[in-house]
């Protein structure tokens, strides 16, 4: 049965005085995770995008349209700021071999210098600890990009918020929590269960008074976009700023490591009702990685029905 609307379109106008950017994950340092382009470190080194990530400043450079167009006041980054050293791997995937730790730090600290450059609104950044495989023994990476974005916007409240905190907004007789932090469920399968589990378990955690009411969760690491709306909470997975990396647990499970790339716009109305916007962009696929098996005597690749993109990296290759 077909449901015709006859009614006039209706307008409906809100005022937001919360409005926050959300954004987790950016790996910077890692080939295949955002990078400023033109960027040159405090040793002089210069560092040349590659083709993937020219996509992914591109996605970055359209969510900063996005923030500009909703004036963010305030910026989330919620965890895993930079790559880390890849010890396991003996630094593979980096930037460059052995890209040290103060060179992802001011990198990271020149993407979200830019952020809160092109979003002029935005007047307070918190920052969160990622996991500590991204991070150095005893010194705590995101305090360091913390001070370090301080000191080139010091306009800017910026604040390192730890490993987890309590976000309070109020406004008129309305108050809302959020609860923010990194690390999240490993679930390959069905992610969504464990997100709800987590709800109940705030909710229990909540009536014995052993935690305050909590209204919203955000969480980043998983590196894939995921909304959950349960009872009186609101459950946000962050998306990411890298496409995939092909260390040997990623490939293994190759079609379920694909992550969502981009981010959150999240504003609060002057009831405090949530709206949440998620922003995500095209995954990427190395196209090197398509092997076309040519069929014909001479191996000509003019003979050949591969992609452009495929000849053009063949003739290269030449």
């Known amino acids: 049965m077909d449901l015709k609307i006859e009614s006039q379109p209706l307008k409906v106008t809100r005022t937001f005085p919360y409005r926050f950017g959300i954004i987790s994950d950016l790996q910077v340092g890692c080939q295949m995770a955002i990078f400023p382009p033109n960027f040159t470190d405090s040793s002089g080194n210069k560092y040349t995008l590659n083709k993937g990530q020219e996509k992914l400043w591109n996605y970055m450079s359209q969510f900063i349209g996005e923030m500009e167009d909703s004036q963010i006041e ?11 050293q890849n010890w396991a791997e003996l630094g593979a995937y980096l930037v460059t071999s052995g890209m040290n730790m ?8 020149e993407v979200l210098r830019y952020i ?23 010194t705590v990476v995101e305090q ?15 604040v390192y918020a730890g490993e987890y905190s309590y976000i309070t907004i109020a406004h008129g007789d309305y108050k809302k929590v959020m609860w923010i932090a990194h690390p999240s469920t490993h679930a390959l399968v069905y992610p969504e269960t464990v997100l709800g589990r987590d709800i109940m378990f705030f909710h229990d955690a909540y009536a014995q008074g052993k935690l305050p009411k909590v209204d919203v969760v955000l969480r980043g690491h998983g590196h894939y976009s995921m909304e959950l709306h349960k009872a009186t909470v609101r459950y946000i997975m962050l998306p990411c700023w890298q496409f995939f990396v092909p260390y040997d647990k990623a490939v293994k499970y190759y079609s379920k490591f694909q992550p969502d790339i981009g981010g959150y716009i999240v504003m ?8 949440a916007w998620h922003f995500l962009y095209p995954n990427l696929t190395n196209p090197e990685r398509f092997i076309h098996v040519v069929q014909n005597p001479e191996g000509k690749i003019g003979d050949s029905p591969m992609s452009k993109e495929m000849q053009e990296i063949l003739k290269k290759r030449k």
């Open 268 to 275: 609060f109305d002057d009831k405090l009702r949530m709206t």
């Open 102 to 109: 103060r060179s992802q730090v001011e990198a990271c600290a």
């Open 116 to 138: 809160c450059e092109k979003v002029p609104t935005i007047r307070n950044v918190y920052l969160w600890k990622g996991t500590p495989y991204h991070g150095l023994k005893g």
């Open 74 to 84: 305030t910026l989330f980054v919620v965890g895993d700021l930079v790559a880390g």
């Open 144 to 158: 360091s990009i913390t001070d370090r974005l301080q000191a080139l916007k010091p306009e800017i409240n910026v």
